[in-house]
């Protein structure tokens, strides 16, 4: 059974930084593809970066370019979101999530991941 188990969220003021993390299991870690996504009230989920299996491709959506950095570390099936200089608008739940690749190729569309976790809240407070 996959779970991926995120945490880190929280309360942060303005300016502060947060890292979340992503526990990985039932999976083997290395073959997927992995996502951050947030989700605001009333609006869609958004991916907010993501990353390939080995960790030397990432993407990143034009908002949080320069302020959000992803990682991963195969070795502990866990991904990572440092998140700097954070604002009230990037006030959301965050998701992380897990796509097969074995090409190696990331997605920012929610619809092609395969395994989502529970989301962890994120507060920025102005």
């Known amino acids: 059974q996959v779970q991926l188990v995120e945490s880190g969220g929280g309360l942060v003021q303005a300016g502060g930084s947060l890292r979340l993390s992503c526990a990985a299991s039932?999976?083997?870690?290395?073959?997927?593809?992995m996502g951050w996504f947030r989700q605001a009230p009333g609006k869609e989920r958004e991916c907010v970066s993501a990353i390939n299996r080995s960790g030397g491709s990432t993407y990143y959506a034009d908002s949080v370019k320069g302020q959000f950095t992803i990682s991963r570390d195969n070795a502990k099936n866990t991904v990572y979101l440092q998140m700097n200089s954070l604002k009230p608008e990037d006030t959301a739940v965050y998701y992380c999530?897990?796509?097969?690749?074995?090409?190696?190729?990331?997605?920012?569309?929610?619809?092609?991941?395969?395994?989502w976790g529970q989301g962890t809240q994120v507060t920025v407070s102005s």
């Open positions: 999530a897990a796509r097969f690749s074995l090409w190696g190729t990331i997605s920012s569309k929610p619809t092609e991941y395969d395994h």
């Open positions: 039932g999976l083997t870690f290395s073959t997927y593809a």
